[in-house]
């Protein structure tokens, strides 16, 4: 049996691609179990899911700790053979309570970047050595690290499970004519109805890693010089839509921007959209590019967001610009309004399908398995 760790199954880039991992390995024959620590959120039809708390406790920290605890009772009744860990949030208690569980492999998926080295990026000490000591500890304990960018394998943590043949590089993927296929419906927002100012969407959290303090600097750029409109679709963590809402109001532009939260479909946001912009000071392998780029939308992606680079392919199928310099963000976006120079993404989604990784993990699963248990488990 395999089993899927993620903290709580919200509406992130970590739990979609849990999901879709989960529904392909039960269709492969595997016997799956998703395991969080927080009930709630959407599973997958057909693979149980088991939730370590009742209900959320009154910190982070403190619901790792007890699930940590009830996580290593769980294992120890139920005997997977794998415990894949699928998100940097989750890796600690995957850590902690697997801990003497014998004859347990355990997976680490690396979802992030953890070095964070972009001039500029939000930053604590503190923080920064915890992070890097983590990864230090699940790099020894792996059967195998899966880094969802090739950016992340200059991470010194990783480089003895790099010689050790212990690290496999599988980055998002999607499933493009799926993507396509939601797209149909009217403009979401009134804004995006024919005929108006040509609009901007980012998507993201609404934290210091999304970096849409400096997005509202380059916005106010160009908006000094075209008319256009910003929205940007996520959650709020401790006031920080309030902040964003506050800097706009300082920069003048507060009547041109809309926060309206999350939606279940971003798809009909991004294709009637002009534009969409990924000013992020760190990624890993991001899903809302891979969505964006599946509709056809004009990108602008920050060059230090995990492997936009690659995505865009070096600024070929979309523009890369500076996360610290909102001149050039707003350079790069008035560029991709104009019809006659904005580089659209094409077919290059079609190079990072889902199929892909699928087949990618379904690989790396045989090989931790062995072959011989492999082929039997899939039968």
Not at 25 to 39: D, E, K, M, N
Not at 120 to 143: K, L
Not at 349 to 366: H, T
Request: hydrophobic share 50%; charged share 20%; glycine share 8%.
């Amino acid at each position: 049996m395999i089993a899927l760790y993620v903290h709580a199954l919200a509406a992130t880039g970590v739990v979609r691609n849990v999901r879709l991992l989960a529904a392909d390995l039960s269709a492969r024959g595997y016997s799956v179990q998703i395991v969080t620590a927080l009930p709630g959120g959407e599973g997958v039809a057909g693979v149980p899911h088991h939730a370590l708390l009742r209900h959320a406790l009154p910190s982070r920290p403190l619901e790792k700790i007890v699930a940590a605890w009830r996580l290593g009772t769980w294992l120890r009744r139920m005997r997977p053979d794998l415990l894949i860990s699928a998100g940097n949030h989750g890796h600690s208690t995957a850590w902690a309570g697997s801990l003497g569980v014998a004859g347990l492999k355990r997976v680490y998926r690396i979802s992030n970047d953890i070095m964070r080295a972009m001039p500029g990026a939000p930053a604590s000490g503190a923080a920064a050595w915890t992070r890097r000591a983590a990864a230090a500890v699940v790099a020894r304990d792996a059967a195998h690290l899966v880094l969802v960018s090739p950016t992340l394998i200059e991470t010194p943590a990783f480089a003895r499970a790099a010689s050790e043949g212990r690290v496999t590089v599988i980055p998002n993927g999607i499933d493009a004519a799926a993507a396509r296929a939601r797209v149909a419906g009217p403009p979401p927002h009134p804004w995006l109805a024919p005929g108006g100012d040509p609009v901007v969407l980012a998507i993201g959290r609404l934290s210091p890693q999304k970096n849409f303090g400096t997005l509202l600097q380059a916005f106010a750029l160009l908006r000094a010089r075209r008319p256009v409109r910003l929205i940007i679709l996520g959650e709020s963590r401790d006031r920080a839509r309030d902040r964003l809402r506050a800097q706009a109001e300082a920069l003048g532009m507060a009547d041109d921007l809309a926060m309206p939260g999350v939606v279940t479909n971003v798809f009909p946001w991004l294709a009637h959209a002009d534009a969409f912009v990924l000013p992020s000071w760190w990624e890993g392998s991001p899903n809302v590019l891979l969505e964006a780029m599946a509709v056809n939308v004009p990108c602008v992606a920050s060059r230090s967001a995990g492997n936009a680079a690659q995505l865009l392919g070096e600024g070929r199928h979309g523009l890369l610009a500076d996360p610290a310099d909102p001149q050039a963000l707003a350079d790069a976006l008035e560029r991709q309004l104009d019809p006659a120079t904005a580089v659209r993404p094409g077919n290059r989604v079609e190079a990072f399908s889902q199929q892909r990784v699928s087949q990618a993990w379904a690989y790396l699963i045989g090989r931790l398995y062995g072959e011989e248990a492999a082929s039997s488990a899939a039968q």
